[in-house]
Every structure is written in structure tokens, then in C-alpha cells.
């Protein structure tokens, strides 16, 4: 599985952005997706989750309210739709996919991961 990010950029507080990862094969619809950022001299941190179908999702409390993570399998696509965004906010963004069922917060459960976008909030 290959995972190809894009739609980072610089923003000020309060825009929007909407990332998007693009997916080889035809198993994405079976996966887990994730969304995880990174800040420089931070640990990568959970953003958001969705199971294979869209109906379950899970977001880090940092960001509830303000980002919606949603897919479309058919377009083997899983997006981020970032509102309200804050300096804080800053950080690489990566997409991940973890091929089991269970929707989980956690980075090492994922096995393929994108090579990150990244997403600057000024003040």
C-alpha cells in the first residue's frame, strides 16, 4: 500500500485547509485511516480515525469540533478537513493505514504511512 498526502500549506489562525491521501490498491476499503501530525522536537501525535466504511470515527481532543476526517472508497481517498486552525495546529501531517478492523489511536498499529504534508498556522 502506498500513501501519497497532499494539501498542506501555510494558513492563518482561523482558515481551513483539507488534506488529502490518495491510496494505491484495491484494499482500502478495508482499512483503517488515520490521520497523525508531528511538530519539530515533538512526538508524533494521533489526529483523527475512520474505519473501513465512514461510520465510526475518533479524533484527539485537541481537534474535536474543528477537524472532520471522512473517505471515499471509491476514489481510494481519505481526507482531513481542518477548521478553525490555530499556531498549534503547526506540524507535518501524515496519513496512515492499519489493515485490521479495530479503529485505534495508536501509531504502531498502522503499518503503511505517507510521507507527510506539511501545515503551517500563522498568527
Known amino acids: 500500500v502506498q500513501l501519497q498526502a497532499s494539501g498542506g500549506g501555510l494558513v492563518q489562525a482561523g482558515g481551513s485547509l483539507r488534506l488529502s491521501c490518495a491510496a494505491s490498491?484495491?484494499?482500502?476499503?478495508?482499512?483503517?485511516m488515520g490521520w497523525f501530525r508531528q511538530a519539530p522536537g515533538k512526538e508524533r501525535e494521533f489526529v483523527a480515525a475512520?474505519?473501513?466504511?465512514?461510520?465510526?470515527?475518533y479524533y484527539a481532543d485537541s481537534v474535536k469540533g474543528r477537524f472532520t476526517i471522512s473517505r471515499d472508497n471509491a476514489k481510494n481517498t481519505v481526507y482531513l478537513q481542518m477548521n478553525s486552525l490555530k499556531p498549534e495546529d503547526t506540524a507535518v501531517y501524515y496519513c496512515?493505514?492499519?489493515?485490521?478492523?479495530?479503529?485505534?489511536?495508536?501509531?504502531?498499529?498502522?503499518?503503511?504511512w505517507g510521507q507527510g504534508t506539511q501545515v503551517t498556522v500563522s498568527s
Open positions: 475512520i474505519n473501513w466504511s465512514g461510520g465510526s470515527t
Open positions: 496512515a493505514a492499519d489493515t485490521s478492523y479495530s479503529i485505534s489511536r495508536r501509531a504502531n498499529e498502522y503499518e503503511y
Open positions: 490498491g484495491r484494499a482500502f476499503s478495508r482499512y483503517v
